[in-house]
């Protein structure tokens, strides 16, 4: 069924691309995801048939039937993966294969083909050498990828389509939140809304997940803070993640512990990234579950130190201080604790092709 009858991308050039003056402007200081590049890459799916069509050429719009069954039944996924600008003028994707398999994962939670990983891996290459110029250089600043699919066959039956779109775009960023990279922020303790369930889909990255957490995430802003934290949803207790980054906590003894992988947590490869580098420097990481009101003790007696949230697009961003209906405490000083940036910076320096890689991370693009 998911038989791939084209293996190589067609690449054709944006004819009129955005003047070098005015990228040279919007590179500057780009809000996150709100500035575009000026290719995207496309791949087709149609059941029988396969993958096909594949092709980067110029961006634009995607021409939808009001009936496309993405539109009604949300069979969508998506993926986060940052280039990064070399010291030597070069360019580097970090992880792809990582952003590949979770992507298959990702597609069959959903009922959706998988893509194979060569064709994800070529497609974000291809991308990321014609939208070269696109990756800023500033620090803390990336060319962000997104690569998505939708289900494009016009029906409203519910059932997984035969059709779907498979995109990639792009777009220069800065920092995620807007007080910069290093700044703390503060949380909000969600024990009305919770974000997935054993079962559900919380540890595929579906566009779902995210109109669901959206709520929630409007309570933490009204309650001026900067993102949202869920619990799980059987007991209420237990620390699951941020509405779009994975959590840490670091103790007094200098040890890490972050949330298990068990099916309502996104697999997050900074996640992963992390817990290598942590181990690597000879520091204990833990993945177990952490209470919040475990936590809310741990940060009153000084047991615990530090906390930090990470994901693509926060990096590595240190939480501050904690609120709730029930809670409200602040972690250390309420600022960047030092383990959260040390290990910030020996990923951000592995990421920006500063330190070496024993892992092989970095996939040299051009
Ligand atoms: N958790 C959620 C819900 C996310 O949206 C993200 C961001 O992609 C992460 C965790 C972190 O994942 P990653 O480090 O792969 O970007
Ligand atoms: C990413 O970090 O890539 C994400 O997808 C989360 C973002 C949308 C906040």
Redesign the pocket.
């Known amino acids: 069924m998911n038989n791939v009858v084209e293996s190589t991308l067609s690449i054709e050039q944006n004819p009129n691309p955005v003047p070098a003056a005015e990228r040279a402007r919007l590179l500057e200081s780009p809000a996150f995801g709100r500035v575009f590049t000026d290719h995207m890459a496309t791949i087709r799916y149609t059941e029988g048939k396969g993958w096909h069509d594949a092709k980067v050429g110029a961006r634009g719009v995607i021409p939808t039937d009001p009936a496309t069954q993405v539109l009604h039944y949300a069979q969508e996924i ?4 940052k280039a990064y600008r070399l010291p030597d003028g070069g360019g580097a994707l970090f992880r792809p294969d990582a952003n590949a398999r979770r992507f298959q994962n990702s597609a069959k939670r959903l009922a959706m083909p998988a893509l194979p990983e060569d064709l994800f891996l070529q497609s974000v290459r291809e991308l990321v050498k014609l939208d070269r110029e696109w990756i800023p250089s500033g620090e803390g600043s990336a060319l ?1 990828l ?1 690569p998505f699919m939708i289900a494009t066959e016009v029906a409203l039956g519910v059932k997984p389509a035969a059709e779907y779109l498979y995109c990639v775009i792009a777009c220069p960023v800065g920092a ?1 939140f807007k007080g910069g990279a290093s700044a703390a922020v503060t949380i909000w303790v969600s024990d009305t809304y919770t974000r997935a369930a054993p079962g559900g889909t919380g540890d595929a ?1 579906c566009g779902g997940n ?1 109109a669901a957490s959206l709520l929630a995430q409007a309570e933490a802003t009204r309650e001026g803070c900067d993102q949202v934290v869920f619990l799980d949803a059987v007991e209420r207790r237990w620390i699951e993640e941020l ?3 994975n959590v840490f906590f670091v103790f007094e003894d200098g040890s890490l512990q972050t949330p298990p992988l068990t099916g309502t947590i996104l697999p997050g490869i ?1 996640r992963d990234s992390l817990i290598t580098l942590a181990r690597d420097m000879g520091l204990t990481v833990r993945e177990e579950p952490y209470s919040i009101d475990q936590w809310q003790a741990d940060a009153q007696s000084g047991r615990l130190r530090e906390a930090f949230a990470c ?4 990096v590595v961003t240190p939480i501050g201080k904690v609120k709730g209906h029930k809670h409200n405490f602040t972690i250390g000083d309420g600022g960047a604790g030092v383990l959260t940036t040390k290990l910030k910076a020996a990923l951000v320096e592995l990421q920006n092709g500063r330190a070496p890689d024993p892992h092989s991370w970095l996939d040299r693009v051009f």
Not at 78 to 81: D, I, L, S, V
Not at 311 to 314: M, V
């Open positions: 998506f993926e986060g993966m962000y997104r995620y990255k995210y509405g779009g980054m900074t994901g693509t697009a926060a």
